[in-house]
Structure formats: C-alpha cells, structure tokens
C-alpha cells in the first residue's frame, strides 16, 4: 500500500514537472508602474487564464532606463505595452505591429488653472509636460491644430508631481485623468481639463506590440497570449474590489486602495466595453487619428495603418453587434426625435417641409444600423433647434460641433465630416493670409448659436462680430457692405456663392482649425449615445465620399453637337490664321513685359506691406513703453536722449521735453554719482534701492534697475525706475505703530520690574522712621539701610536705560554680540516670564559678533518672545521657551521654539502678513511677527522662516512653533 502511494506520489510530481516545463516562457514589459491600468495582466496571470493557456508570463514593470520599444525589438521581451502615438511609430513599421487595443481613447489630458479654457489660453502661461509629450502625442497634435509652438509657452519638465499644480507653481500640466484627477479632487483644488478629443483629436491607450518576426514563426503563441489577457480583463472589471486588493498586496502600494479604485472605475469608461469587444482593434477609429496627424503635418500622407497594424482573427461581420442592454433599450425605443438647422446649405435643409442636403443621407443610413426610425422636429431656425435640444423634445442634433457650452445638454459622437473654416468678402478684396487678424478690427458675421461664434470669441475676446439668422442673411450683408466678410464651413460657402454670388463675393482666406461636425445626443441618455457612436464610426470612407460628392461635385448632363463644333472650329482657325504671326510677336514682348510687371508689383507691395509692417510695430512700441508703470530713461553718455510719459511725471517736470537733455546728476542726489557710475560701467543690472530728486528738489525713494545696450551703433543706458515713496512711508508708519505696541508691553514689563523693588525702598523708609519714633536707631543699621536703598536704585536706574536703549532707532550698522543680544532681550520680558512660569533653556549658545542694527534685532526678538509667551498662557502643566545659537563659516542661525502646540497650519503662512492677528482686536495689532520679518529680511539682509517641530525634551515628547532666523556673517 505504501508502495502504491509512493507510486502515485511521483507520478503527480512529474506529471506537474511535466507540465510546467512544457508552459512557453513570455514575458510582457510594462509601460508605467504596477497599478490598475494592467489588471488585466495581473488577473491573467494570478487567476490562471495564462496558465490555462500553457503560458509562463513575467509581467515586467516600467524601468526609466529601458527603451520599451527597443528592448521589444531586442527580443528582452516578448510583447510591450505602449500608448498608440502614430508618430513614435512610423519608424518601427517595419519592425514591431499592434496585437490588441484596450483603451479606446487616450487618458491623457491638459489639467488647467479655472481661467484656462481652450488650448489658445495656454500661450505665455508655464505648462507642465513629458519632454516626449511635446514632440509625439495628441496633446501635441492638439497644440499644433491651435498654432501653438512650444516658444509659445514657458515649458516644465514634467515632476509626476500634482502638488506643484495646486501650489500654483504650472498654471497647466499634462495629466491622466484616470490618476492625477484623484489627487487634485481630494485636494479641493479647482481645475479645468482641456481633452484632446474634444477638438477631434483621438488617441489611444495599453497598447500591446510584438515583433513581426514573432507573429510570423508563431502567431499561435501571440494568439493564446491575447485572448488569455481579455479573459484577465473581462475578470478584472467584473472584480475590481478583489484585484485592488491583489494589486496593493502583492505588486505595489504606492497608491493607496482609494486611488486604485478610483482608476478602475475610470479605466472602466476609457476601455468602453459596452461598445467595444474587450482588446478590439478599431482600425477606422486609429485611421482618424493618422488622417488628423496628416492634416497637421505630422505625417506622410503614404502612411497607412495596416503597416503597423495585424489582425489575430478573421474580419468580423460588417453588422453591428449590441450588447443585451442596448438590445433591451433598442427594443423599447420607439424613436428617436432630431433636429437640424433648417437653412444650412449643403449640410442640410428644410425645403418646403423636405429633409434635403448631406445628412438627409446620412440619418437613413444610421437609423437603419441602429434599428430605430429616427423622426425630423421642424424649427424655424437654429436657435429654436437649440432651444428644442435643452428642452429635450429632440433627442439629436444631426450635425453640431462639441462646445463647452452644448457639452453642459448634449454628448458628441466621433466626427463624420470636417471641413475647414473660410471666410468670405467682396469679390476686390486682397487674398487675406490670416483672417484671425481681422475678428478684432473688421465686422465679421456669423450664424447666431453656432460653434463658430463661440470658438471666434474666446479666441478673441475684443471683437466685432455681428450674429446673423442664418447663411443667407450673412452673405447678404456682405455683399450690401453692412459686414465685411462672412465666416463659415468651406462647402457652405461655396455652395452661397455657387448659388448666390459668384461674382460678387468670394473666398478670401483660410483659418487655421476646422469645423468638426458629429451627432449630437442628449447627455441623459448614455445608451442612445452609445448606439450612434457604433453606427457613425461603422460608415466607411468611401460611403462619406460618394455623398459629399453628391454636394459638392459638378456634373455635366447635355449632350453635345459635334457638327455645329467643327463649323465654328473650321471658321475660327481660318481667321487665326492670318493673325497668328503678328500675335506671337507681339505676344513674346508683352509676356517679358508682363513678366518685369508683375516683380515690380510683387516688389511694390512687398515694400508697402514691410512698411505697415514697421509702422505698426513701433506705434505698438510706443503705446507699450508709454503703458508701463515704471518710469523708463535712456541715456547716452550720462545725457537723456528719451523717456516715456510716467518718468516726467514721477520726477514731478511737466513734459517729456524737459527731461531730454538734463545730465543724470540732476536726478540723483551727489554723494551716489561716483558709486552709480561705476556700475553702469560695470553693466551691473541687479535691482537696486536709491534716492530720486524731483524738479523742485524733494527726494523720493525708488528702486532701479537698468541694463547696457547698442542702438544705432551708439551705447545707451536703459533704466527702470518705480517710486516706493509711499511704500516706504507705509513701511514707517508700520514700525512705528509696532513699536508703540511693544512700548505698551514695556509699560507692563517695568511694572512687574519695579514692583518689588519699590516695595523694598518702601519697608525700608518706614522701618528707619519707626525707629526713630522709638528712638531705637543704630547707626550702623542705618548706614546698610540707606545702601540697600541705594543699591535698588542703581538698579532701576540701568532698568530705565535698557529701556530707553530699546527705544532708541539705530542710524547706523554697528559691531554687537547675538548672544548678549538675546541675553538682553530676555532680561526685558524676564519678568513677565517669571510671572507666567515659563522656563528659558539654551540649547546651544555660541557667541557671534555681527555688524547690523542692534535694537532693531532686539525688537525683533521681542515680538517672537511675547508670541510665545502668548500662546503658553493657554498651556497647562510646564512651559517652555528653547533657545538655539549657532553659526558656520557664512550664516549665524537663531531658533527659537515653545511647547504651545504650534500653529494651525492653515493660516502659519499668514502669520507675517501686516495686521494679521489671532488675538482679539482689543488685544493684539497684527504687525509684531510683520516687523519682525522686515527687520530681519529687509534691514539685516537675513532671512526667517515659522514652522511647527516636534521635539523630547527630558524624555518628554512636545509640540510647538519654532521660528528659525538666518543672518548674514
């Protein structure tokens, strides 16, 4: 029997030895770190699904150092998951092919500040980015759909940081929404996101490659790898509590559970599984995003995506498949109510109570796909489809472009037709190269309610365009002379002026975005929206052709009489015959004539243009160096040969006139000449605090600063000034109310001081007078008597000095000792100290002598003390006041620190802003810890920082704010 077992026993081993040595040993590299967006490898590989398919899967994760697509190609690995950038791939086509696609659209976004709204916003602000992400990404594509360049912008590499966006360090940062959101959520921050898609813009996102080479010599082994990962997926959305909980247990817990579940329910609407098959490759969704990458540039026009893209099974059937809910919604909708804009032109229109232009074939065609009769709601005019649509009586729109205002009603499906922007004007205007330059300064119409007016004005804020009814009107009023020109969609109007006015109007330029029109769908409905997304990116490209060609093609329908042909024909040859000689010499002179012509022309306006041009730049100049707030000199060799308008008027003169031409000694006063000089000639260009001398001789205190330069070959000297007079007036008025408020608490230290002492002299005066009555004197006692009461005199005497010297303004900079300082300044509040029970311990006390303004420190000190004295009084049990000393080779550091508790977090960063206060308005003033910081950073050159530290003290844990003063050696 035991032997039967043992037999038994070493089958089962070596049938498992077997087995696992029989699995195929892959491996898939990741492209970022262990989270939910790879649960579906995760699932595969810890339910089984990839040992089921007798594979030995390594999941890889993300190393900064590799190169993903290199390693692939290496053969490090087996398959990569990358984020679909047609761009990066262009160059691997021939190399590696996309197996499986499982997120339908990219997670990356632009997360901006509130005032941030369309990617034409982000010019001049700090935008946060991957290096990468500028060159190949949608947010690139995105950025060059806008005409905006990377000098556009001040770029940051990127720090995978949200905090540096919500401290207002990036006014914009890259972002996935299916990660940073949460962060920026649970911090209450308020942002704006601006998504590439909804400017038409597709992307994809985990990616999985593999090589050619593997997928020739074993498709078998890329076949079991996929279908076992959708299984892996299809669990892992099913089961997503179960899968966070693997993930943080046994691969990473640098997120917490709540951020991982967060991003499953996120990934959850990226991976659209009610509308795509789990790893569905949708090559008219990736063909979208290299016709856009086409558009912008980015791309050869010969690229195709069945270079990089290899299909595992066999073309499903064209029908479109349903999930069991939208069978279910399908069944029960009975139809769906649309509307259009009933004069719209090839688009669409209204005629006589008929569906007629481009989508009147386009709408049968998705009905019949999604199985419901989709019904017309007539409207007079755009504006009532508008308000029908907010009112839900019409369930679509059947062509509308996504704006921020329609997405608060409506959703947007894929676009089907896109086309771009024109404007049109009076036939004799000029070729206009870019029309944005004219929304400012020309009206310009467009319809009342369409996309276009919204985009135009955003972009525009100062504008003078004109809304109008419809196309019509629009063209109508162009032609009158009432607008200048009319904006909309190419087929529009061109199909205006086929109709309407050829000769009178034409196109005349060309904007640089286009209009992208899809199915609008009211946004309570999520399955409707799902439906006719399937339907509209089902219509292939040859359909969309063949009814754009039904619109915008010219065909020629008559027949044509040959014999009338070669009548005319033979009769007209016959009298050219006798003029052709003289007509060809005549020709070649005007044709070299025209020719000198036409460069003269092209010279002539060149030059006009170039001039404008010029003219237009220095009027802007001028406006621009008149507008700052600075007084702005240039000078040559010390002389003003100009200003702008502020400096005449800041130095109290009554033009510009009077101050070209004085030398600069008659703005500055004399004793800074010699040093003033010496850095100009130092082309020393540092902010600096001086003197001013106005016309009728009063100074003002200003800053400076000013650079060299050549103009004209000659060396100038540009200064900007600004007049800090009242600043500085303020900054006195601050200290000297400070200084009234530590007065009040000096009063109150001598008090306590002078107490005792006086007390004494009082026992003292009246034991000698009793004595006397009792005629019990001594000499000798009387003698120490009358030394005690001198002594204690003496004392009160050096009391009333060190306040006097504390009261004293310090003029000039002066050697003293921190130490004796501190010392000095404890001896001022010691009372009140020893009053309120609170106990000083140094740390640590090296003495350091440094030149500064001794009593303005002393003050300085004063205010951190009674601070801390302040907040102790609500402490029970010991209180403590901690004192550290100390220096190194450049810098002394002062810290001082209680055991108080410290202070609330959200508001230690207000506590140096002037007449900020905790206390109540009878108690305190809110300038104290105000001038403190100006003594220290402004007067003494140092600098002081408050924080809260956590301390042991005599075996004893604390809590308390410290303040850390840095002073210059």
């Known amino acids: 029997m035991v032997c039967v077992f043992r037999s038994l026993l070493f089958f089962l081993f070596t049938t498992i030895l077997y087995a696992s040595s029989n699995k195929e040993n892959v491996s898939v590299q990741l492209n970022w770190k262990y989270q939910f967006e790879f649960a579906g490898f995760i699932a595969a590989k810890e339910k089984g699904f990839y040992d089921n398919a007798g594979l030995n899967v390594e999941i890889k994760e993300f190393n900064p150092q590799i190169n993903i697509l290199k390693d692939l190609k290496e053969e490090k690995s087996t398959f990569s998951v990358y984020d679909f950038s047609v761009l990066s791939l262009e160059k691997q086509k021939d190399s590696i092919m996309l197996i499986a696609n499982y997120f339908k659209r990219s997670a990356l976004v632009f ?121 892996g997926w299809e669990y892992a959305l099913k089961n997503k509590d179960e899968l ?92 769906i109510t649309m509307c259009i804009d009933p004069n719209w032109m090839p688009y669409e229109k209204l005629e006589k109570g008929k569906f007629i232009g481009m989508t009147s074939e386009y709408i049968p065609l998705i009905s019949k796909r999604v199985g419901i009769p989709i019904k017309l709601l007539p409207t007079k005019d755009w504006g009532e489809s508008i308000s029908f649509a907010k009112s839900r009586k ?20 894929t676009p089907y037709l896109t086309f771009p922007l024109v404007i049109a004007t009076k036939s004799e205007e000029l070729f206009i190269p870019n029309p944005d330059d004219l929304i400012p300064e020309k009206k310009i119409g467009v319809v009342e309610g369409y996309a276009i007016e919204e985009i135009l004005k955003r972009v525009h804020p100062d504008n003078k365009i004109v809304e109008v009814k419809n196309v019509d009107e629009g063209m109508a009023k162009v032609a009158n002379g009432e607008l200048f020109g009319f904006v909309d969609a190419l087929p529009t109007i061109a199909y205006s002026l086929q109709h309407k006015y050829l000769s009178e109007l034409k196109i005349s330029g060309k904007f640089n975005y286009n209009f992208e029109l899809g199915i609008g769908v009211r946004n309570d409905d999520p399955i409707l929206f799902e439906l006719l997304q399937k339907a509209v ?70 030059l006009i243009s170039t001039k404008k041009k010029l003219e237009s730049s220095l009027k802007d100049f001028e406006i621009l160096f008149d507008s700052v707030m600075e007084a702005i000199f240039i000078f040559e060799n010390e ?178 000792s921190i130490l004796k300082a501190v010392e000095k300044s404890l001896q001022l509040v010691g009372k009140v100290y020893e009053i309120k029970g609170i106990q000083i311990v140094f740390e640590k006390s090296e003495d350091v002598i440094i030149k500064s303004y001794e009593n303005e420190f002393a003050q300085a ?59 109540h308005q009878s108690q305190g003033t809110g300038i104290g810890l105000y001038m403190t910081q100006m003594i220290i950073e402004k007067h003494m050159k140092g600098s002081i920082e408050a924080k809260n530290s956590k301390y042991t003290y005599n075996k004893q844990s604390y809590i308390g704010a410290e303040f850390i003063i840095k002073l210059p050696l």
């Open 537 to 606: 990116q089902s219509i292939e490209e040859k359909q969309k052709q063949e009814i754009l060609n039904n619109y915008i093609s010219v065909r020629v329908e008559s027949n044509f009489d040959y014999t009338l042909f070669y009548q005319i024909a033979t009769a007209f040859l016959l009298i050219a015959f006798f003029l052709l000689y003289r007509h060809f010499q005549l020709a070649k002179h005007n044709k070299e004539l025209q020719k000198r012509q036409k460069e003269l022309n092209n010279s002539n306006k060149e």
């Open 111 to 231: 997360v901006t500040k509130q005032d941030i709204i369309t990617p034409f916003d982000l010019k001049n602000r700090v935008v946060m980015m991957e290096g990468e992400q500028v060159e190949l990404s949608t947010l690139n594509a995105l950025l060059r759909k806008f005409n905006i360049s990377k000098k556009d912008f001040t770029f940051k590499q990127h720090t995978f940081n949200p905090q540096d966006f919500i401290d207002g360090k990036v006014d914009a940062m890259s972002a996935y929404f299916s990660n940073e959101i949460y962060e920026l959520k649970k911090s209450h921050t308020p942002f704006n996101i601006i998504d590439p898609q909804a400017y038409g813009i597709y992307g994809s996102g985990v990616n999985v490659f593999t090589t050619k080479k593997l997928i020739q010599s074993n498709p078998e082994l890329v076949k079991k790898f996929i279908t076992a990962t959708n299984k």
């Open 861 to 919: 000190l004063i205010n951190i003390f009674y601070n801390a004295k302040d907040a102790l009084e609500k402490v029970e049990g010991e209180k403590f006041v901690f004192i550290d000393l100390k220096a190194d080779d450049n810098f002394l550091y002062l810290s001082i620190k209680d055991n108080a508790k410290g202070i609330d977090e959200t508001i230690i960063k207000n506590i140096f802003e002037p007449y900020f206060t905790t206390k």
């Open 244 to 335: 966070v909980n693997i993930i943080y247990e046994k691969y990473s817990k640098q997120k917490t559970k709540e951020a991982l579940l967060y991003e499953a329910k996120q990934i959850e609407k990226l991976m659209m599984p009610s509308i795509y098959d789990i790893g569905e490759i949708d090559k008219q969704l990736l063909q979208r995003s290299v016709n856009e990458f086409v558009s912008e540039g980015l791309l050869e026009k010969r690229f195709s995506i069945n270079d990089i893209v290899f299909d595992l099974y066999k073309e499903k059937d064209t029908q479109l498949t349903f999930t069991e809910k939208q069978r279910e919604y399908i069944k029960n909708k009975d139809e």
């Open 639 to 816: 002389i003003c040969i100009d200003a702008n308008d502020i400096s005449y008027k800041m130095y109290g003169y009554n033009s510009k006139d009077e101050i070209i031409g004085k030398h600069l000694k008659e703005f500055i006063p004399k004793e800074t000449y010699e040093g003033l000089i010496k850095n100009i000639r130092k082309n020393q260009s540092s902010v600096y605090e001086g003197k001013g001398i106005k016309k009728d001789g009063t100074m003002i205190d200003v800053i400076s600063k000013g650079t060299n330069a050549i103009s004209n070959n000659k060396n100038i000297r540009i200064s900007a000034i600004v007049d800090i007079t009242e600043t500085k007036q303020k900054e006195q008025l601050l200290f000297q109310q400070s200084k009234m408020a530590a007065m009040g608490q000096m009063l109150e230290n001598i008090a306590h001081q002078w107490r005792q002492p006086l007390s004494m002299i009082s026992s003292i005066a009246t034991g000698l007078e009793l004595k006397k009555d009792l005629n019990i004197s001594n000499i000798e006692e009387e003698r120490e008597d009358l030394r005690k009461i001198n002594d204690t005199v003496q004392h009160l005497s050096v009391t009333i000095e060190d306040f006097r010297n504390f009261f004293k303004s310090d003029k000039k900079r002066a050697e003293f």
């Open 394 to 413: 019409c369930d679509i729109f059947s062509l509308a472009s996504a704006t921020p205002s329609r997405l608060k009603y409506m959703n947007f499906t």
